[in-house]
């Protein structure tokens, strides 16, 4: 068994089938667009940087958030950052990320980062998806890459479902 490709193509099926073709069209007033008051999206300075709101903990419950919110998560703090630090430079950190101010940026952003983290867990053989993740993932630290891989899956997916709903929600509120 193949599981590599099994994790991957599960993703890619997630990807191509599912989430890449809803986020077709997506509009800047539905990236920014706000259900409820309070909350957490991507706020533009007067200098145009973007921000990502949230704090040290978690509030409880935690706050809705937009798609903005939603797509800037998975891009950097599933699929960048992860890349970055297991399989590149590290130099891709919170610090150094450019948050997308536009709908359209922010799905060539999230298209690319998943394209770098797909590229770079097709590489793996055996041995690299049993080796440790290390410290940079935390309490995962001694858990193999495999298990990494599966977690990446469970967040794109989960956040990706959100990310549909939310746009149906918007479009269903102004049909």
Partial sequence: ???RAEVVDQLDLYWDLH?????????????FWEPVRDCW???????????LDGSPSAPD????????????????HVLGF???THFGDGSLTAATARLPVTADEAVATLERHYR????AVVGL??????????????????RPMATLMLHVNREVM??????????DLHRARFA
Avoid: N, Q
Wanted: aromatic share 8%.
């Fill in 116 to 119: 770098g983290w797909r590229e």
């Fill in 41 to 51: 999206s991507v706020r533009i300075g007067g200098d145009g940087h973007a921000t």
């Fill in 82 to 84: 992860r890349t970055s």
């Fill in 158 to 167: 989960h956040h990706g479902a959100e990310i549909c709903l939310l746009r």
């Fill in 19 to 31: 989430l890449a073709p809803r986020l077709a069209g997506l509009t800047d007033e539905e990236y």
């Fill in 61 to 76: 419950p935690p706050p809705v958030t937009t798609i903005a919110w939603r797509m800037a998560h998975v891009a950097f």
């Fill in 125 to 142: 053989d055996g041995a690299a998806l049993a080796r440790a993740i290390g410290a940079a993932e935390g309490p995962w630290s001694k």
């Fill in 1 to 3: 068994m193949m599981w």
